[in-house]
């Protein structure tokens, strides 16, 4: 049976993965909506994948005895000011998710509930995965700027990535 303070700890990663989730959704309509269907198509993608990192979550805490319960979510921003803006914005809370899995990491490993520190291991990897993946993107929307062609390019890129799979280096 796993402990109430590990659980209340997955129940709030739970939260933070499907407002992940509903953070690229808001951004992909954006892309969709501003000539970028490329970027759409990655974020949707990307919100698809936040899906699953939570219905991981549910799936282990209630087969460890838990019961996984869902907790109110924010409106996500609609506004951005480009698609520069939107990647940025999405390695920073790439960065706050990480640290979030961090602490129930810490949390796991200091109830010694060894069996969900070994579970998160996926997430942790899986975090390293995804910052080193936006900070590339972010490196060639930086060198693009707001070159019409040179994003036209990038937004074929995301386009291409999203159709290679979640894995896939963006380089
Ligand atoms: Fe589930 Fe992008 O972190």
């Not at 590990?6 to 992909?28: F, G, N, P, T």
């Amino acid at each position: 049976m796993i402990g109430k303070k590990i659980e209340e700890a997955i129940l709030k990663q739970i939260q933070v993965e499907e407002q992940s989730s509903r953070i690229y959704m808001a951004m992909a309509s954006w892309c969709e909506v501003n000539g970028f269907p490329g970027a759409a198509k990655f974020l949707f993608t990307h919100s698809d994948e936040e899906r699953m990192h939570m219905t991981k979550l549910i799936n282990y805490l209630n087969d460890k005895g838990g019961y996984a319960r869902l907790k109110d979510l924010d409106a996500p921003e609609y506004k951005f000011k480009s698609l520069l803006d939107i990647f940025d914005q999405v390695l920073k809370h790439e960065e706050f998710v990480t640290a979030s899995i961090n602490k129930l990491f810490e949390i796991a490993f200091g109830e010694k509930d060894f069996t969900t520190s070994q579970f998160l291991q996926w997430y942790i990897e899986e975090q390293i995965e995804e910052e080193s993946m936006f900070k590339g993107i972010l490196d060639k929307f930086r060198l693009v700027g707001e070159q019409t062609g040179g994003l036209f390019h990038l937004d074929k890129e995301l386009e291409a990535l999203a159709n290679a799979g979640p894995k896939e280096e963006f380089l």
